[in-house]
C-alpha cells in the first residue's frame, strides 16, 4: 500500500485530498472521502460562517475521520469563517483565492494543518515562510479557479522550491496521475472533477451525466480577462461568456455580473443554459458514478500496480 509523509502528519490511510468546490463539496462528500481513507474537505466558498459551522458538525456526525474545510480568502465571510475553523479545531484547513497570513497564528494555535492551494513556486515558498504545513500545488488542467502553469511542469519546481510536503492537483483522476505525482515529487494529490460522481455527490444528476458524458476537448478556460481565470464544461453559458469576455463594449463589471450564480445554477438546479458547469480536463477520464470508497480504492490500486511495474522501464 502507498503510505507517505502526509498520510503520517494527517493520520489518514490514503495520500488522497478530496478538492473543496463551491456549493458541492458538502458534509456529505467529505464524510465519505474521510471515511474511505483520504481526507475530505467541506468547502467555505462565499457561504457565511453559520453555514459552515453547520456542515463541520454534520460531518462529524458522519465521521471520526480527519476532516478539512477550505476557506477562501476573497470571501466576505472569510474572517468569520477562518475563525469557525479555530473555534472548532478543524485538523485541517485549506486555502485559495489570497493570503492566509492574518489568521495563520490563530490556526496554528488551535492545532490546525494549514495547507494552502498554491499556483506557483514563489507563492509556496510565501506560504511556507508564513508556517504552512504543506501546500497543495495546483495547475491549470482542474477545474473551477485556475492559474497560467501546467501540473507537470509546476510540481517539480513547487518541490524544488520548499522543504514542506507538495500535493499535486490539476489534471489528475485515475492512479496513472497519481503515480506521476509521485514520480514528479509531490506525496499525494487532490482530485475535484473525478469526486463530482462520487455517490455522495449531491450536485445536480444532469452534472453528473455532462462529467461522464464529456471528452478530452470539452472544457474551456474563460474569465482570463477578469484576472481570475475559470475552467468548466462547454455549455451555452460557458461559450456565451467567452464571447463577451472580447467584446469590448461590454465593461468588467458588467462581465462579473454575468457570472455571478452559475455555479449554483449547474450544481443545484442542473441548469444547462445559465449554469457553469466546472470541471477539470480529466473528465473525459471519467465513465460512471461510484461511491467516494470505489474512487479511491481503484485509483490507489491502479497507482500501486504501475509503480509496482516502473522497474521495468530501467534496464
Given at each position: 500500500m502507498i503510505n507517505s509523509k502526509i498520510c503520517d502528519l494527517l493520520g489518514i490511510t490514503y495520500p488522497i485530498f478530496q478538492g473543496a468546490m463551491a456549493w458541492i463539496s458538502d458534509a456529505q462528500l467529505a464524510a465519505a472521502v474521510s471515511n474511505a481513507g483520504g481526507l475530505g474537505i467541506i468547502a467555505g466558498g462565499s457561504a457565511p460562517a453559520a453555514y459552515v459551522r453547520e456542515q463541520i458538525?454534520?460531518?462529524?456526525?458522519?465521521?471520526?475521520?480527519?476532516?478539512?474545510?477550505?476557506?477562501?480568502?476573497?470571501?466576505?465571510?472569510?474572517?468569520?469563517?477562518?475563525?469557525?475553523?479555530?473555534?472548532?479545531k478543524v485538523p485541517v484547513v485549506t486555502t485559495g483565492a489570497g493570503s492566509p497570513a492574518p489568521y495563520m497564528a490563530t490556526w496554528r494555535e488551535a492545532g490546525c494543518a494549514v495547507i494552502p492551494v498554491v499556483p506557483s513556486s514563489g507563492i509556496a515558498k510565501v506560504v511556507e515562510r508564513l508556517g504552512a504545513t504543506a501546500v497543495v500545488a495546483e495547475g491549470g488542467e482542474s477545474g473551477g479557479h485556475i492559474g497560467d502553469l501546467t501540473t507537470m511542469s509546476l510540481i517539480p519546481q513547487v518541490c524544488d522550491a520548499v522543504s514542506i510536503p507538495v500535493l499535486a492537483a490539476g489534471g489528475i483522476g485515475d492512479g496513472r496521475g497519481v503515480a506521476a505525482a509521485l514520480m514528479l515529487g509531490a506525496c499525494g494529490v487532490q482530485m475535484g472533477t473525478r469526486f463530482l460522481v462520487a455517490e455522495e455527490c449531491s450536485?445536480?444528476?444532469?452534472?453528473?451525466?455532462?462529467?461522464?458524458?464529456?471528452?478530452?476537448?470539452?472544457?474551456?478556460?474563460?474569465?482570463?480577462?477578469?484576472?481570475?481565470?475559470?475552467?468548466?464544461?462547454?455549455?451555452?453559458?460557458?461559450?456565451?461568456?467567452?464571447?463577451?469576455?472580447?467584446?469590448?463594449?461590454i465593461t468588467n463589471e458588467e462581465l462579473e455580473k454575468l457570472g455571478e450564480g452559475a455555479l449554483r445554477l449547474a450544481a443545484h438546479d442542473g441548469d444547462e443554459e445559465a449554469g457553469c458547469f466546472m470541471a477539470g480536463q480529466i473528465s473525459g477520464l471519467v465513465h460512471a458514478e461510484q461511491s467516494a470508497e470505489e474512487i479511491i480504492t481503484e485509483v490507489m490500486g491502479e497507482a500501486e500496480e504501475l509503480l509496482r511495474k516502473a522497474s521495468a522501464w530501467v534496464v
Open positions: 458538525h454534520q460531518a462529524r456526525q458522519l465521521t471520526d475521520r480527519p476532516l478539512g474545510v477550505n476557506v477562501m480568502l476573497m470571501s466576505p465571510f472569510a474572517a468569520e469563517v477562518a475563525e469557525v475553523v479555530a473555534q472548532e450536485i445536480h444528476p444532469s452534472y453528473k451525466a455532462k462529467i461522464i458524458a464529456a471528452k478530452d476537448i470539452d472544457t474551456i478556460a474563460t474569465g482570463k480577462r477578469l484576472g481570475h481565470p475559470v475552467r468548466s464544461l462547454k455549455t451555452p453559458f460557458s461559450k456565451g461568456f467567452f464571447d463577451r469576455e472580447y467584446d469590448s463594449s
